[in-house]
């Protein structure tokens, strides 16, 4: 059983280009090509059930307002992640986003292949209401506008594990009742705003592990952690540069930072500020 589908092109004006929900997935659901320019959702996948998986393989291009969006159960869900297979999203709202996923595992690019997110104008990856659900990114990702990683009222997990340039005055990583476990491999350069902002409702863990982390965030915090849950930056490497913001405050939960060549320099600003953490 199953559904194959060899080159799937489409420019709709309205809805969703292509979309699977409520499906009863037997077999497998292979598309093996996609160029896609619509208007809102480009791809949809939600409610999915049964022992068939998805496999979106080859060259995957994609403008839209929303990339992929995710919802429901999802079982598991491969994209781009065969070696030769390629995943572009460009100037989405959102490049990736789950909404409401209960269970199940996306995978982009995380084994073999590429992705590219560039010139997401909201977040590039976008989790929020979220009670499961494992999201594995294994591509770059370049921000101009909005955030890199956006959690709100989520408890879904993420490892992005690529590459990830940030100049938008917007906060890169900003982590709003954020309760999942958040795992940041990739090599983070980050210019413009805020760099990782962590709410009191947060109880999750976050963790940035790359030994190349710089965040220059001008007048404003470069980290703040007020959370209940643990901060970690490991492998060294992180550079914090503000002209009068802050460099590093933390109110609440358990900070981490280990490695060597961790720096801040600020020209105004308070340097760092510990307050009830562990």
């Known amino acids: 059983g199953g559904v194959t589908f060899d080159q799937i092109t489409a420019a709709p004006a309205l809805g969703i280009a292509v979309g699977a929900a409520n499906v009863d997935l037997v077999g497998s659901l292979n598309i093996r090509g996609l160029n896609l320019d619509a208007a809102n959702n480009a791809v949809l996948f939600s409610n999915l059930t049964g022992t068939g998986g998805v496999n979106l393989t080859g060259t995957l291009d994609i403008d839209s307002g929303t990339g992929l969006s995710f919802a429901g ?6 994209i781009a992640n065969t070696a030769g297979s390629s995943l572009t999203i460009d100037g ?18 995380s084994a073999a292949g590429s992705a590219a997110i560039n010139g997401s104008t909201v977040s590039a990856i976008d989790l929020s209401g979220d009670t499961g659900g494992t999201l594995n990114y294994g591509g770059t990702t370049n921000a101009t506008q909005g955030s890199i990683l956006n959690v709100l009222n989520s408890v879904a997990g993420a ?26 491999t990739g090599a983070v350069s980050h210019t413009g705003g805020a760099g990782v902002a962590v709410d009191a409702a947060s109880g999750g863990a976050i963790t940035f592990s790359n030994a190349s982390k710089a965040f220059n965030s001008g007048a404003s915090t470069a980290i703040n952690m007020a959370g209940t849950g643990t901060l970690s930056f490991t492998g060294g490497g992180l550079d914090i540069d503000t ?5 590093f405050s933390a109110s609440g939960g358990t900070l981490v930072v280990t490695g060597a060549n961790n720096r801040i320099d600020t020209t105004t600003g308070q340097i760092l500020g510990l307050s009830g953490v562990t």
């Open 73 to 78: 159960t999802l079982g598991t869900i491969n």
């Open 92 to 109: 989405a709202q959102r490049g990736i986003r789950f909404a409401n996923v209960t269970s199940g595992t996306v995978n982009i690019a």
């Open 159 to 184: 490892t992005l594990s690529g590459a990830i340039t940030s100049t938008s005055v917007g906060t890169a990583f900003n982590f709003g009742n954020a309760d999942g476990t958040y795992s940041v």
């Open 243 to 247: 002209t009068s913001g802050t460099g």
